[in-house]
Nanobody
Framework: VQLQASGGGLVQAGGSLRLSCAAS????????IGWFRQAPGKEREGVSC????????YYIDSTKGRFTISRDNAKNTVYLQMNSLKPEDTAVYYC?????????????????WGQGTLVTVSS
C-alpha cells in the first residue's frame, strides 16, 4: 500500500494551496483518511480527517473555516483545500489511512502513511 501526498509549496500568508492524497493497492472505500502535519521541533498533529464515505469530517480548531477536506472515491483521492494560510501552518503535511469508516485525529489510529509534502507560508 502506498499513499502519495502532493501539492505542497511556498505561498504567502493569505494564500491558498490544495493538497492531494492518492493511494494504490488500497480498497479506498473502506478507509478513513487523515491529514497530519509536523512543524520543526513539534510533534505530529492531526489537522483534519474524513470518514470512508465522506459524510463526516473533523478539523483541528486552528483550521476551522480555512481548511476543507473532501474525497473522490472514484479517483482514490482525498483533497485538503487550505485557504487563508498563516505562517503557523508551515509544516510537512502527511496523509494517512485507517481501516474503518470513522475518522479520528490521532496519529496512533493510522496504519498507512504517505511520505509528506512541505508547506511553507511566508509572512
Amino acid at each position: 500500500v502506498q499513499l502519495q501526498a502532493s501539492g505542497g509549496g511556498l505561498v504567502q500568508a493569505g494564500g491558498s494551496l490544495r493538497l492531494s492524497c492518492a493511494a494504490s493497492r488500497l480498497s479506498w472505500d473502506y478507509y478513513a483518511i487523515g491529514w497530519f502535519r509536523q512543524a520543526p521541533g513539534k510533534e505530529r498533529e492531526g489537522v483534519s480527517c474524513i470518514s470512508s464515505s465522506g459524510g463526516r469530517t473533523y478539523y483541528i480548531d486552528s483550521t476551522k473555516g480555512r481548511f476543507t477536506i473532501s474525497r473522490d472515491n472514484a479517483k482514490n483521492t482525498v483533497y485538503l483545500q487550505m485557504n487563508s494560510l498563516k505562517p503557523e501552518d508551515t509544516a510537512v503535511y502527511y496523509c494517512a489511512a485507517r481501516a474503518g469508516s470513522t475518522c479520528r485525529p490521532s496519529v496512533d489510529d493510522y496504519r498507512y502513511w504517505g511520505q509528506g509534502t512541505l508547506v511553507t507560508v511566508s509572512s
